[in-house]
């Protein structure tokens, strides 16, 4: 199988990721009609509606910004999909049964399939990784949170006022244990490639 063409649409990805308040206003004038639209005649309200696509905007802002997503079909198809399928997953939990998803074949190809897809595996495993960090100390959040952002373990020693050699330690110590709990988490099995 060969490499998927990046869509000219993934500069609403790109615009995403820079927070780019045109193209935000571009997606919401575009394709939330069409969402809420959906949600509305299934068992939904607007407001409920707006919380679907407020939630998949932030997993796009997110798989964005962790540059995991290249868009290889229309943002649209991709988009509705999966504002679709968590609408749906809503609902699931409200009536406490099955819900089946018929999905027009005509209107969403593969790649948008295959697309949503990775956004939920990506989501899965950015909530296991939430969970078990939220369960370090505050120490070891604080040290990993500026790790993630100063990319110089000498600036993240001073800010925290400690040694060069306590902050490499710890955050190794701190990994070791991030790394522990996400592994013997019992969804890391399933999430795992």
Known sequence: MGQSKIHPDQ???????????????????KFVPKVVSYVMDNS?????????????LILLFNQAKANKLELTCPFDAYFFLLCK???????????????????????INES????????????????????MFHKLGDKCQELLKLSFTIKS??????KLNVTYGYVRK????????????????????????
């Open 44 to 56: 939904g309200d607007k407001d409920r509606a707006q919380d679907v696509v407020q939630e998949i």
């Open 11 to 29: 500069m609403y990805i790109e615009g995403l990721a820079a927070n780019d308040s045109a193209v935000i206003q571009s997606i919401y004038k």
């Open 153 to 158: 373990m000498e600036e993240v020693a001073e």
């Open 85 to 107: 399928r968590k609408w749906l997953n809503e609902l699931k939990k409200i009536s406490n049964k099955g819900v089946t998803i018929n999905e027009d074949a005509a209107s």
């Open 112 to 131: 948008a399939h295959e697309l949503a897809d990775q956004t939920e595996e990506f989501e899965e495993k950015q909530q296991l990784f939430d969970a």
């Open 170 to 193: 710890k955050k190794s110590l701190c990994i070791g244990q991030l790394t522990e709990w996400i592994q013997e988490n019992k969804n890391f099995k399933s999430l795992k490639k």
